[in-house]
């Protein structure tokens, strides 16, 4: 079983709809958990980090985390095309000592 | 300034040749990453560095070698490289606690 499991996807919506994007992981000791956007090419870029149980919003991002869960999401609301990318859900274990990531999710959104 | 850069951004080679990349950073971070990226397969770990005396591999690290000159630099080496290394290669800083990675731009490496 993989640290960081996400839906690889492809994923396709509409502009102007909500994307929502998932994201597992299996150590119950992680403490910290990141989204990352990828541009095909590009580096990792980070767009939210959630350390809480709830939701937390930047914009139109809104990152959600239920640790009983051990599941962390991001909703893009009104989703344009510029979102088109790959998102990485990133997880820092304080049981290990490490960063994980998982395999990211394309996401189209189509005008 | 970045504040992760990486030597070269474009790199072609050829099979059996020994190839550097180069990777500082300016934040001061204690930890430092190498990373490969295949289409479809995400970022898959190479080696890493929690400081300058202490490096670990990562579940990719045959063919591999790296070096850690300084908190600022770290440098991976391919001693003899061949096709199955061209790939995206990214050098990135941080990620202890709630301090997230940060990357450097890349570098695109082709052997052909």
């Known amino acids: 079983q993989k640290e960081v499991e996400q839906n690889s996807g492809p994923l396709s919506v509409p502009e102007g709809a909500i994307a929502s994007l998932n994201c597992t992981y299996s150590?119950?000791?992680?403490?910290?958990f990141f989204w990352y956007r990828q541009y095909s090419g590009k580096s990792p870029e980070l767009i939210m980090s959630?350390?809480?149980?709830g939701d937390k919003e930047d914009g139109r991002f809104t990152a959600q985390l239920n640790k009983a869960s051990q599941y962390v999401s991001l909703l893009i609301r009104d989703s344009q095309p510029s979102d088109s990318a790959t998102y990485l859900c990133?997880?820092?274990?304080?049981?290990?000592?490490?960063?994980?990531f998982g395999t990211g999710t394309s996401l189209t959104v189509i005008p | 300034d970045a504040d992760v850069t990486q030597t070269p951004r474009n790199r072609i080679t050829k099979t059996g040749k020994r190839i550097m990349l180069e990777c500082s950073q300016t934040?001061?971070?204690?930890?430092m990453y190498w990373y490969r990226q295949d289409p479809g397969l995400g970022l898959r770990l190479i080696y890493y560095?929690?400081?300058?005396?202490?490096?670990n591999k990562g579940e990719i690290s045959d063919g591999y070698s790296v070096s850690r000159q300084a908190q600022a630099k770290f440098s991976l080496s391919l001693e003899s490289a061949i096709p199955n290394q061209t790939a995206l290669y990214f050098c990135?800083?941080?990620?202890?606690?709630?301090?997230?990675?940060?990357f450097g731009p890349g570098t695109r490496l082709t052997v052909l």
């Open positions: 990133a997880v820092y274990s304080n049981t290990g000592n490490q960063f994980y």
């Open positions: 150590d119950r000791g992680s403490q910290s």
């Open positions: 959630i350390y809480s149980n």
């Open positions: 934040k001061g971070h204690d930890r």
């Open positions: 560095s929690f400081d300058v005396k202490d490096i």
């Open positions: 990135s800083t941080g990620g202890s606690g709630t301090d997230t990675q940060y």
